[in-house]
T-cell receptor, first 112, second 114 residues
Framework: DTEVTQTPKHLVMGMTNKKSLKCEQH?????MYWYKQKAKKPPELMFV???????INESVPSRFSPECPNSSLLNLHLHALQPEDSALYLC???????????FGSGTRLTVV | QQQVKQSPQSLIVQKGGISIINCAYE??????FPWYQQFPGKGPALLIA?????SEKKEGRFTISFNKSAKQFSLHIMDSQPGDSATYFC?????????????FGKGTKLTVNP
């Protein structure tokens, strides 16, 4: 079982919808990440939160809005997405001392 | 300097054979080198990782070889099994200096035939 839990596992949304992806970890990691992964490609970093503050935004469009309510939770708010945003969205957390990153199972997002 | 180059893109091995995947990096600040295994529809799972102070690390059938001077590292899967069929990503990150980015290779799709 993964130590990073993502919900929902699957999401279908229209281009005018607003939805949120959720991620939770209880390993005490102080860095949390959102990645986007397209088929046959490596994960692509979107956002990094370090000690609950946004530390890296990889020039992600504003229709993706991250939020870190506390050290265990990470959300990704979605609004007015495009069909090309359909992908596997992965959450991860890491131990900054060791560099070890743990990934969740992902949310398969389809934008119609 | 941020790239990690991975080869081959795909690999087909017979059951019981050895699978070898290679990666090369340029950024000398990288000091943690993990390999991830990913099955379709799942998140990447850490398989094995190494730091540059050792040249080899073995865990069961999986071995990482590391060549610091050449800035290369490789994954060897001994006695490959059909259940090993997955996509493998090498990665690298600096654990010092504040950067928290994992830099991934492009991935290798491994198929192990029965």
């Amino acid at each position: 079982d993964t130590e990073v839990t993502q919900t929902p596992k699957h999401l279908v949304m229209g281009m005018t919808n607003k939805k949120s992806l959720k991620c939770e970890q209880h390993m005490g990691h102080r860095a949390m990440y959102w990645y986007k992964q397209k088929a046959k490609k490596p994960p692509e970093l979107m956002f990094v939160y370090s000690y609950e503050k946004l530390s890296i935004n990889e020039s992600v469009p504003s229709r993706f809005s991250p939020e870190c309510p506390n050290s265990s939770l990470l959300n990704l708010h979605l609004h007015a997405l495009q069909p090309e945003d359909s992908a596997l969205y992965l959450c991860a957390s890491s131990n900054r001392d060791t560099g070890r990153h743990t990934f969740g199972s992902g949310t398969r997002l389809t934008v119609v | 300097q941020q790239q990690v180059k991975q080869s081959p893109q795909s690999l087909i091995v017979q059951k019981g054979g050895i699978s070898i995947i290679n990666c090369a990096y340029e950024n000398t600040a990288f000091d943690y080198f993990p390999w991830y295994q990913q099955f379709p529809g799942k998140g990447p799972a850490l398989l094995i990782a190494i730091r540059p102070d050792v040249s080899e690390k073995k865990e069961g059938r999986f071995t990482i070889s590391f060549n610091k001077s050449a800035k290369q590292f490789s994954l060897h899967i001994m006695d490959s099994q059909p259940g090993d069929s997955a996509t493998y990503f090498c990665a690298a990150t600096p654990t010092q200096g504040g950067s928290e980015k994992l830099v991934f290779g492009k991935g290798t799709k491994l198929t192990v035939n029965p």
